[in-house]
């Protein structure tokens, strides 16, 4: 820990408010390259691919360090500037880097550098401008892989997913739902710096002898939690310190199939308790399709023809020692436990049989095909996404189809992933809905009927663990303590009130 955060904010916890730029405006604490007010980009943060709409900031900022952070932050204290982050590269799809009261857009993606990685902690430094795309071939350099996302897009920023709490596919090396996050540095609304866990000090980065793995504390408190999830609200994150694992020298990939979800769900979790699979998700006939279409996706409609209704690929690994003996017995392992709940584990999967090998690469790495997948069929979508425990994801697939049959929406292209976390512990839901930008009532109704699929879902045990948009009134209108504890905390480490103003209960 580098600075005292105590002082007089905790008083001033609920009493904080955001405030328009005002003083004469922001001047740049930058240098002049540093700065952009290109009508044509600000005026493109003012929405997103969600449908979010919000302010146009009055400026954007590049800072290429720590040190251009905390003169961003005082310089937004002095001007009482909202400040709203944003590391990965467009489209934008959750709102969250929409500016909600205007003010300067804080752009991280010139804070790209990949400051260490280290085999032996197997653990990687990275600036928040470090992306998928740019990160994942240096580590395959090294022998070394992150645990990933369904498919992220290739601008994505590794630190902005891992704060997101965005599910990896590889939950047999999770351990809470923060893992694979584990140290980092921000500059809170002070503009103090702070590093969390054994990054904390005493001493320089240079001088200090912990590996920088170790997440917990300083003292009592994980701060590193404040900022998980949080859309830019607590502090801007100049580094941060994720896991990472060998690179599998050998693999296997096997599929499971069936026409309900639920089929699938009891062996995978059987399977992840006795940690056998590392990649394992299960996806819907759309969403496989989507992902394995051709860029002209003119055999999209066939291969959501031929696939199974439902299908969950499991990828056996072998390392650097006796890799193939060690895929023979999971793989031997996984076709026993699978086969005690009545399902066939096979090494080819109908509808795309040929195609193992594009599903492993797909499964190992960033997405790179033009847009993102979530655009290929309209080029535009609206998601929901929840957690929930594997034993309820049934009834709350169920109640989605219900509904979705009451308010006449099609889901016959509507693609859906589960991806098992922490070790099968609970389970992670995405639907992905296309949306047509030329039928506006289409679009209404899809809306209307997400909103209602929220509220639904949420009081059927669904919860919202990153609740963008809306879904903020879900996670916290029943919640008023937690909420009250928040802003008190906010109080403290954004006394200003000057980090992405009215996001999630602030």
């Given at each position: 820990m580098r600075a005292s955060l105590t002082g007089g904010y905790a008083a001033r916890?609920?009493?904080?408010?955001?405030?328009?730029?005002?003083?004469?405006?922001?001047?740049?604490?930058?240098?002049?390259?540093?700065?952009c007010a290109d009508p044509a980009l600000l005026r493109a943060f003012a929405t997103d691919a969600s449908g979010a709409?919000?302010?146009?900031?009055?400026q954007l900022l590049y800072p290429r360090s720590r040190e251009d952070v905390q003169a961003i932050v005082r310089e937004a204290i002095r001007t009482r500037t909202p400040l709203v982050p944003v590391s990965s590269g467009p489209p934008h799809f959750h709102g969250d880097t929409v500016p909600a009261r205007g003010g300067v857009v804080v752009d991280f993606s010139r804070m790209n550098r990949v400051l260490r990685i280290d085999r032996p902690s197997?653990?990687?430094?990275?600036?928040?401008?470090?992306?998928?795309?740019?990160?994942?071939?240096?580590?395959?350099?090294?022998?070394?892989?992150?645990?990933?996302?369904?498919?992220p897009r290739a601008n994505k920023s590794v630190v902005a997913s891992r704060l997101e709490r965005e599910p990896?596919?590889?939950?047999?090396?999770?351990?809470?739902?923060?893992?694979?996050?584990?140290?980092?540095?921000?500059?809170?609304?002070?503009?103090?710096?702070?590093?969390?866990?054994?990054?904390?000090?005493?001493?320089?980065?240079?001088?200090?002898?912990?590996?920088?793995?170790?997440?917990?504390?300083?003292?009592?408190?994980?701060?590193?939690?404040?900022?998980?999830?949080?859309?830019?609200?607590?502090?801007?994150?100049?580094?941060?310190?994720?896991?990472?694992?060998?690179?599998p020298t050998r693999q296997q990939l096997l599929f499971l199939h069936a026409d309900d979800?639920?089929?699938?769900?009891?062996?995978?979790?059987?399977?992840?308790?006795?940690?056998?699979?590392?990649?394992?998700?299960?996806l819907n006939r759309a969403a496989l399709a989507m992902l394995l279409a051709a860029d002209d996706l003119r055999d999209y409609a066939a291969l959501r023809a031929a696939l199974p209704a439902w299908s969950a690929l499991l990828v056996v690994a072998g390392y650097e020692r006796r890799a193939e003996e060690r895929v023979a017995l999971y793989a031997d392992q996984l076709r026993t436990l699978a086969g005690a709940t009545g399902l066939a584990a096979t090494a080819s999967l109908p509808g795309a049989v040929g195609r193992e090998a594009q599903i492993l690469e797909l499964l190992s790495g960033a997405w790179t095909q033009g847009p993102d997948w979530r655009l290929r069929l309209t080029g535009s979508s609206r998601e929901l996404l929840f957690t929930a425990p594997l034993s309820r994801m049934p009834a709350l697939q169920q109640r989605l189809r219900e509904l979705a049959a009451q308010q006449g929406i099609d889901l016959a292209d509507a693609a859906c992933h589960l991806q098992p976390a922490v070790q099968g512990r609970s389970c992670h839901c995405e639907w992905v809905f296309p949306r047509s930008p030329d039928d506006a009532a289409a679009g209404a109704r899809l809306d209307a009927f997400?909103?209602?699929?929220?509220?639904?879902?949420?009081?059927?045990?669904?919860?919202?663990?990153?609740?963008?948009?809306?879904?903020?009134?879900?996670?916290?209108?029943?919640?008023?303590?937690?909420?009250?504890?928040?802003?008190?905390?906010?109080?403290?480490?954004?006394?200003h009130g000057l980090f992405n103003p009215g996001r999630l209960c602030f």
């Open positions: 916890g609920v009493a904080y408010t955001a405030h328009p730029m005002g003083n004469g405006g922001f001047n740049n604490p930058l240098e002049p390259a540093s700065a709409s919000g302010q146009v900031p009055a197997r653990s990687v430094r990275v600036e928040p401008g470090v992306t998928y795309g740019a990160l994942i071939p240096q580590l395959r350099a090294q022998g070394l892989r992150l645990s990933l996302p369904l498919l990896v596919t590889t939950p047999k090396y999770q351990y809470d739902e923060l893992d694979p996050l584990l140290t980092l540095e921000v500059v809170y609304g002070t503009g103090e710096d702070f590093r969390t866990g054994s990054a904390c000090g005493p001493g320089t980065l240079e001088t200090l002898k912990a590996d920088l793995v170790n997440p917990w504390g300083p003292g009592s408190i994980d701060y590193f939690r404040l900022l998980s999830a949080a859309q830019g609200t607590m502090g801007l994150v100049s580094w941060a310190v994720t896991k990472l694992e060998i690179l979800p639920a089929r699938l769900l009891q062996p995978i979790d059987v399977l992840l308790r006795r940690r056998v699979p590392d990649e394992c998700v299960v997400l909103r209602e699929a929220a509220r639904q879902l949420a009081r059927a045990g669904a919860y919202f663990s990153r609740p963008y948009g809306e879904w903020a009134r879900i996670a916290y209108d029943d919640y008023p303590g937690g909420v009250e504890l928040l802003r008190r905390l906010k109080g403290v480490f954004d006394p």
